[in-house]
């Protein structure tokens, strides 16, 4: 049982490249979310996805764009990396309202230089 | 907007000793309250959570917590540390006309022998 998975693990990127970050659940979930985290600010939503085919922006959703490809996956592109984009992205999803657990995938680390 | 907030960015103890996390939230409305565990290059992991009932909640890894609406806190507790609990902890708040956490700045938690 895989839970939450996301592609890469480790990426940089140079300014201005784009890149999409991969994320995919087994668990049947209806809401998947994408969060950064970075040192001393905790993680921050970026974009949500309450069901397929539905996405809205969170906290710091500017320089991102989402894609729900289905239920299973949630994807996040950059369109044009900049260093302030610097960060461990942490893709997550539940099934239903907040009183459910959310899982969580084991982060990608991106460095733009 | 809600907000959570955790004062203590690093806290130091012994092995045995007793742990105390602190976590405040803002908002009126009675919160969904969770924390989470982030060990070294890890995703998150949920410890426990509250929504109603019994203020103090049990979680996992003997872990607990006390929701005190007076005071608008929800601290994390362990009788006793083991050096595997040293990992950086997240508290979170959500509330039901929102579909999105919010989480706090964490803490990190070091274990001495």
């Known amino acids: 049982n895989a839970g939450v998975t996301q592609t890469p693990k480790f990426q940089v990127l140079k300014t201005g490249q784009s890149m999409t970050l991969q994320c995919a659940q087994d668990m049947n979930h209806n809401s998947m979310y994408w969060y950064r985290q970075d040192p001393g600010m905790g993680l921050r939503l970026i974009y949500y996805s309450a069901s397929e085919g539905t996405t809205d922006k969170g906290e710091v959703p500017n320089g991102y764009n989402v894609s729900r490809l289905n239920k299973r996956e949630f994807s996040l592109r950059l369109e044009s990396a900049a260093p302030s984009q610097t960060s461990v992205y942490f893709c997550?999803?539940?099934?239903?309202?907040?009183?459910?657990?959310?899982?969580f995938g084991q982060g990608t680390r991106l460095t733009v230089v | 907007a809600q907000s959570v907030t955790q004062p203590d960015i690093h806290i130091t103890v012994s092995e045995g000793a007793s742990l105390e996390l602190r976590c405040n939230y803002s908002?009126?409305?009675?919160?969904?309250l969770f924390w989470y565990v982030q060990s070294p290059g890890q995703g998150l992991q949920l410890l426990l959570k509250?929504?109603?009932?019994?203020?103090l909640v049990q979680g996992i890894k003997g872990f607990e917590a006390e929701f005190k609406r007076s005071q608008s806190s929800f601290n994390l507790r362990k009788p006793s540390v083991h050096w595997s609990d040293a990992a950086e902890y997240f508290c979170a708040v959500g509330y039901g006309s929102a579909r999105q956490l919010t989480f706090g700045s964490g803490t990190q938690l070091t274990v001495l022998p």
């Open positions: 908002y009126g409305a009675t919160p969904y």
């Open positions: 997550a999803s539940r099934q239903g309202s907040l009183s459910t657990e959310a899982f």
């Open positions: 509250y929504f109603s009932g019994d203020t």
